[in-house]
């Protein structure tokens, strides 16, 4: 069983950053991908970026690609979401996801795993 916990949503001003973390603990050895998802109350959640645990690959939404960068560090079990420039259509609430398969990045459906999710809401 995993488990992932996010940190690091807010407030802030269009134009400016933030930083979500995902800590993940439990059975991640056979993780293959994590990834964020966001989701604006009354519509579906939408994959916006994702890594490979093993090879760093990455993947974006082509609403955020240029604006933000997913990472991860292997040794803490965490992945990052760095996200700048930041607009008022970024703000949802924002999620961890947790596969066995790299199919994330094209389907919520493959997330075997889900954080509790994060608020981060930019004013315009």
């Known amino acids: 069983q995993v488990q992932l916990v996010e940190y690091g949503g807010g407030f802030v001003q269009a134009g400016g950053s933030l930083r979500l973390s995902c800590v993940a603990s439990?059975?991640?050895?056979?993780?293959?991908?994590m990834g964020w998802f966001r989701q604006v109350l009354g519509k579906e959640r939408e994959f916006v970026a994702a890594v490979r645990w093993d090879h760093g690959v990455t993947a974006y939404a082509d609403s955020v690609k240029g604006r933000f960068a997913v990472s991860r560090d292997n040794a803490k079990n965490t992945v990052y979401l760095q996200m700048n420039s930041l607009k008022s259509e970024d703000t949802a609430v924002y999620y961890c996801a947790a596969s066995s398969t790299w199919d994330l990045i094209h389907s919520k459906a493959q997330a075997a795993y889900w954080g509790q999710g994060t608020q981060v809401t930019v004013s315009s």
């Open positions: 439990g059975g991640t050895i056979s993780t293959k991908a």
